[in-house]
């Protein structure tokens, strides 16, 4: 079974850097790309972030770009999302999401909530 | 960016209903549409993909259909769980965009 589990979330300051986690297991880890997707309190789903297998290829929606970084660790099966920067308009709650065939996300995790308040 | 327009934002509808949501692109994104659904607090799960292919495991209640620009996702005989929101999303370029999503609730 696909288990895709994030943490990390919590409440930062304006300004402030958090690193979030995604654990993955079921499934091979080291051969899927993966995504980051959020969704704002009362809004919908917007896609942040994609990585590649090796991590040799990361793309981003231009309101994270050069603020927030996609990388994994294969040999963890984990996933990672270094978030820099913070604004208020970054609070959300994060999901990571399997990618299938390289592209699809298909199975997703229950979501992390990030917090961006003084 | 390709733009991606759900519609109705909301729909009212019973147990055994039938239901359709439409999805439109500002450009052909030719097959690349997926479908969710997104319930409070839960996983989005994915239903379709590729415009019409049936996920793993969703029931065959569901279908989806169209290719280029306009797209839809049909419910037949509604069921209390699929009370839910719906979300089309393309992946036919980067960055990946989603509709605004359907609200679909209990009349």
């Avoid at chain 1, 993955?24 to 997707?37: D, I, N, R």
Wanted: net charge positive; with cysteine.
């Amino acid at each position: 079974e696909v288990q895709l589990v994030e943490s990390g979330g919590g409440l930062v300051q304006p300004g402030g850097s958090l690193r979030l986690s995604c654990a993955a297991s079921g499934f091979t880890f080291s051969s899927s790309w993966m995504h980051w997707v959020r969704q704002a309190p009362g809004k919908g789903l917007v896609w942040v972030s994609r990585i590649s297998t090796d991590a040799s290829i990361t793309s981003y929606a231009d309101s994270v770009k050069g603020r927030f970084t996609s990388s994994r660790d294969n040999a963890k099966n984990t996933l990672y999302l270094q978030m820099n920067s913070l604004r208020a308009e970054d609070t959300a709650v994060y999901y990571c999401a399997r990618g299938r065939d390289g592209g699809t996300p298909d199975y997703w995790g229950q979501g992390t909530l990030v917090t961006v308040s003084s | 960016d390709i733009q991606m327009t759900q519609s109705p934002s909301s729909l009212s509808a019973s147990v055994g209903d039938r239901v359709t949501i439409t999805c439109r692109a500002n450009q052909s994104i030719n097959s690349h549409l997926n479908w969710y659904q997104h319930k409070p607090g839960k996983a989005p799960k994915l239903l379709i993909y590729a415009a019409s292919s049936l996920h793993s495991g969703v029931p065959s209640r569901f279908s989806g259909s169209g290719s280029g620009t306009d797209f839809t996702l049909t419910v037949t005989s509604l069921q209390p769980e699929d009370f839910a929101t719906y979300y089309c999303q393309q992946t036919y370029r980067i960055p990946i965009t989603f509709g605004q999503g359907t609200r679909l609730e209990i009349k």
